[in-house]
């Protein structure tokens, strides 16, 4: 009975380490087949202080509502870094430390991938978003770090800490190459990165070795572009 137990102790102890090893998701997209307000994918990092962010992920849907594009949350603010794509007036959103900027004219078009890259950074406290390559102007959110420990979801938008999840703001369609990195990324790196070009990867998250967790249904399939 004991050795069953120290088997059983040892099987746990090699799946506990095995979920937590990083995962190369080159040339795959996470899939959102349907609303929810539980389906959602947790990115973990131990990163705990931000004086500086880039985020930049592509997207695919066909949504014709509001919807979250990435959401992080600490105890002290549950939109410390959000991209939200606001469908009544048209605007990419990106909140930092619960503060919003507001970006308009983007050619958000249903069922094609779009590149979005998102700045910000604690100095100045202006933020950026480049949209398909092309920048945005610059505005002032916020000059406070983002401090604490973090949730990073893809799919749910987070009212709190890790939950207060909303269907209607929920994501639906398909998600890849998301990486953030813990400094402002120069224009030609972000033109690298929307190019799919040799760019440096995410120092903080990264496609090519990602620490992740699934929670309900969320697929991971393999990248679908157009053929040529």
């Not at 979250?68 to 549950?78: D, H």
Request: contains cysteine.
């Amino acid at each position: 009975m004991q050795h069953f137990k120290m088997k059983s102790l040892l099987l746990l102890v090699m799946l506990t380490a095995c979920a937590a090893t990083p995962r190369d998701l080159s040339g795959k997209m996470f899939t959102f087949p349907q609303q929810s307000n539980t389906a959602r994918v947790r990115l973990i990092t131990s990163r705990q202080d931000f004086s500086a962010v880039t985020v930049c992920h592509r997207s695919f849907t066909d949504l014709k509502r509001d919807h979250i594009l990435f959401s992080m949350a600490t105890p002290s603010a549950a939109n410390d870094f959000l991209i939200y794509w606001d469908h009544t007036n048209t605007e990419i959103e990106p909140h930092i430390r619960d503060k919003k900027a507001e970006f308009g004219g983007r050619d958000y078009k249903p069922n094609m991938w779009h590149s979005i890259c998102s700045t910000w950074d604690s100095e100045s406290g202006l933020v950026q978003v480049w949209f398909d390559g092309l920048p945005s102007i610059r505005k002032f959110v916020s000059g406070t770090n983002i401090t604490g420990p973090s949730i990073i979801l893809l799919g749910q938008e987070q009212d709190s800490h890790g939950g207060g999840f909303d269907i209607r703001q929920s994501f639906v369609g398909m998600m890849s190459d998301v990486h953030m990195w813990d400094y402002v990324l120069s224009p030609c790196e972000i033109q690298k990165y929307v190019d799919d070009l040799n760019f440096t990867p995410g120092n903080v998250l990264n496609w090519g070795a990602m620490e992740f967790q699934i929670i309900d249904r969320v697929l991971i399939e393999n990248k679908q572009m157009t053929c040529q």
